[in-house]
């Protein structure tokens, strides 16, 4: 503040307690400033953040982390594929995460064709209805945060931080696609012309996206090719990175 290289300005003034120059606890909140989950000018919601720094906060994130083993399978139509299996272990200390399926050639070739066969639906999907099942699948996701931290913990070896960071990115993903899905392919587009003629701009889908993601960000990247491709209404075989399958799978779900 510039009274306080003011030699004239008594010292007492820049030492005022703040408590005291605003009064009412009202009055402590300014207006104009968004709070977290309002911070995007566009409307959309934020995700969720969670304060390290706060005992209470910290304690309750770890409270909820869920270590329990898991099984990770290919999905067919919701319906699990098993082959020959493999233990998965932690890259931290080389604990038991859980059991992986393998997925065999002919499994990706019964995807790709389930895809085929549900892309005609799901393509004639209104695009609203498709973001809303997509906002509905980020909050799923921001209430299994518990489960999510523990996966990327325990199989992708991150830090606490990285892991809501990754969670959030996720969860923005889903909702950042859901709103362009309804902006680009709501309506039609209308577009200049002469006179007593009607152009209109059309966004339509393309068909099976294949979306595979690293290993580095095994749920953010995951989720955002296959929100991207689903909100534009194709049908998505999604694989994951070899090393991360349970949080690839528990994406899905």
């Known amino acids: 503040m510039k009274e306080a290289a003011d030699a004239n300005v008594p010292v007492s003034t820049p030492l005022t307690r703040p408590a005291t120059l605003i009064g009412a606890p009202e009055r402590a909140r300014h207006k104009r400033l968004a709070r977290p989950e309002a ?143 309804e902006r680009v392919m709501g309506a039609p587009i209308a577009l200049p012309g002469p006179t007593g003629e009607d152009n209109r701009l059309l966004y339509r889908p393309r068909g099976v996206i294949v979306a595979i993601a690293p290993w580095n960000f095994p749920l953010a990247i995951f989720l955002g090719q296959v929100a991207a491709a689903l909100a534009a209404g194709n049908t998505v075989v999604a694989k994951p990175a070899e090393q991360p399958p349970h949080i690839g799978l528990l994406a899905v779900e």
């Not at 931290?92 to 892309?119: C, H, Q, S, Y």
């Not at 325990?154 to 959030?168: H, P, V, Y």
């Open 39 to 181: 911070l995007f000018p566009d409307g959309r919601r934020n995700s969720r953040g969670y304060e390290l720094g706060h005992a209470e906060t910290l304690e309750k994130l770890l409270q909820a982390r869920d270590f329990a083993s898991a099984t990770a399978a290919s999905l067919i139509s919701g319906q699990g594929v098993k082959h020959g299996s493999r233990e998965a272990k932690s890259p931290i200390d080389g604990k038991l995460i859980g059991t992986v399926f393998n997925a065999m050639p002919a499994d990706a070739r019964a995807a790709i064709e389930a895809g085929r066969e549900g892309f005609h639906r799901w393509g004639r999907t209104e695009a609203s209805h498709r973001a809303a099942l997509l906002r509905a699948a980020a909050d799923k996701l921001e209430a299994r945060t518990g489960r999510l931290v523990a996966l990327l913990q325990r199989e992708a070896g991150k830090t606490l931080d990285d892991c809501i960071a990754e969670i959030r990115e996720a969860v923005d993903f889903l909702r950042y696609y859901a709103d362009e899905a």
